[in-house]
């Protein structure tokens, strides 16, 4: 079938609207309309020419939802009219990583996702004939896309896919770090670096668990209001810090963060995560993704003396069994999706979205078909 796409043909060009070739699902694949999809700043990170999994062509978007429309051989779980969110991170239920009940990085696909390509080995994307590569397993810059069975959440259809698509990424990404990953305890001091659409929902997550004190770190003034709305209680502006920032932060806190999380993909903040983290027990939770050839340091002795590094994808979820239960909280009330989406575009003007994002007037855009 024909379908309208977002290509990105080659690094740190727009996106170019083109309607492309999309191949029916194989065994195992649904076929799924996309009805709405978020811009995360990872879309932007692979654009940029920055990921060294980037692949192009490609069909970027990992943040959609949408309805299933027509179900390939052996597919079990989902039927056509299925309201469901694609999943970049699967959930296959069979694999050593699933079985481990240790992770959420399910590994049945990793592969052949990595390489841009459905489990098969093929991309079901071409344009005159000339292949154009899946994007992070999902490609839901696309009304129509192709998915494996294992990478589909089912959802409740009284979700409205206009705000459900950010349970894809972003939403999941910061409460299920808070949650899963770091298990923050009620009254525990939690420091936010970067309040995006990532940071944000870890002030959410924070603030459901029950933390005291939520400080957030930012460089841009105008996340402070919207940060406070979600529980926000502390807020500092590195540039206007006189001297050391993790003294100041260690100083603010008293001892250090019980937890901190590094939402921005900035290797030197990832060390003042960990670094304003109280010794003996402060854990930072690394979220942030950084460039091709970055790495991290910090003196050995920070983790000598007890403090903890991790790292969280996907907020530590297994899609399939955790994303239904996120659109029921999001359902009841008990969290806040609304407040984070600044802009509605329609598709024709997704690369508005980008731009937004770089200028820092958006927290999420979504893009509706
Ligand atoms: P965003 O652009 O919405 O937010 C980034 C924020 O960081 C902005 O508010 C910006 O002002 C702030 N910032 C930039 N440099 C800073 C600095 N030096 N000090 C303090 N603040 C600074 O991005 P997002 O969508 O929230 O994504 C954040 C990061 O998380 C990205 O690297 C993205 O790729 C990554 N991410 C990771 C996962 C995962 O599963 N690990 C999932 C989604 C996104
Ligand atoms: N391809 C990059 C890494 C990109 C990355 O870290 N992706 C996160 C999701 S970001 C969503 O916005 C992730 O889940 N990674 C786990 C995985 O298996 O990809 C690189 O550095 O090669
Ligand atoms: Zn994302």
Redesign the pocket.
């Given at each position: 079938m024909e379908v309208k796409a977002a290509v990105a043909w080659s690094a740190g060009k727009p996106l170019s609207l083109e309607t492309v070739h999309l191949e029916g699902p194989k065994a195992g694949e649904v076929l799924v309309e996309i009805k709405a999809t978020g811009i995360?700043?990872?879309d932007a990170?692979t654009l940029s020419g920055a990921d060294p999994e980037g692949l192009f062509p490609a069909i970027l978007g990992h943040e959609g939802a949408g309805i299933v429309v027509e179900v390939g051989p052996d597919v079990k779980s989902l039927k056509p009219g299925d309201h469901v969110i694609p999943l970049y991170t699967p959930e296959c239920r069979q694999c050593e990583y699933c079985l481990s009940m240790k992770t959420n990085l399910c590994q049945a696909i990793r592969g052949t996702q990595g390489k841009g390509l459905m489990p098969d080995g093929s991309s079901r994307f071409s344009k005159d004939g000339k292949m154009i590569h899946h994007y992070m397993g999902t490609s839901t810059f696309s009304n129509y896309t192709v998915l494996p069975e294992i990478a589909v959440a089912k959802i409740r259809e009284d979700a409205p896919f206009d705000k459900v698509c950010y349970i894809g990424?972003?939403v999941t990404?910061g409460i299920g770090a808070v949650i899963n990953t770091a298990k923050v305890e009620p009254g525990s001091k939690v420091v936010v670096?970067?309040?995006?659409?990532?940071?944000l929902n870890v002030i959410q997550g924070a603030k459901m668990v029950g933390s005291d004190m939520i400080v957030g770190?930012?460089?841009?003034p105008q996340?402070r209001e919207i940060a406070e709305k979600f529980g926000m209680t502390h807020f500092v502006n590195?540039q206007e810090i006189e001297g050391d920032l993790v003294a100041y932060l260690v100083d603010l806190t008293k001892g250090g963060a019980d937890y901190s999380f590094e939402?921005?993909?900035?290797v030197k903040?990832m060390r003042q995560a960990l670094e304003c983290c109280h010794k003996g027990w402060g854990v930072s939770v690394i979220?942030?993704?950084a460039s091709a050839g970055q790495e991290i340091s910090t003196r050995p002795f920070q983790l000598v003396t007890g403090r903890v590094w991790k790292g969280?994808?996907?907020?530590g979820a297994r899609g399939r069994t955790d994303v239904p239960k996120i659109v029921d909280w999001y359902m009841e009330g008990k969290i806040n999706i609304d407040d984070l989406i600044t802009h509605v575009l329609p598709f024709e003007q997704i690369n508005e979205g980008f731009d937004l994002?770089h200028r820092?007037e958006s927290?999420r855009s979504v893009v509706m078909f």
């Open positions: 995360c700043h990872t990170y990424c972003g990404t670096f970067g309040l995006g659409g990532i940071g770190v930012d460089i841009n996340k590195p939402c921005i993909g900035n903040v979220i942030g993704v969280s994808a996907f907020g994002m820092g927290i």
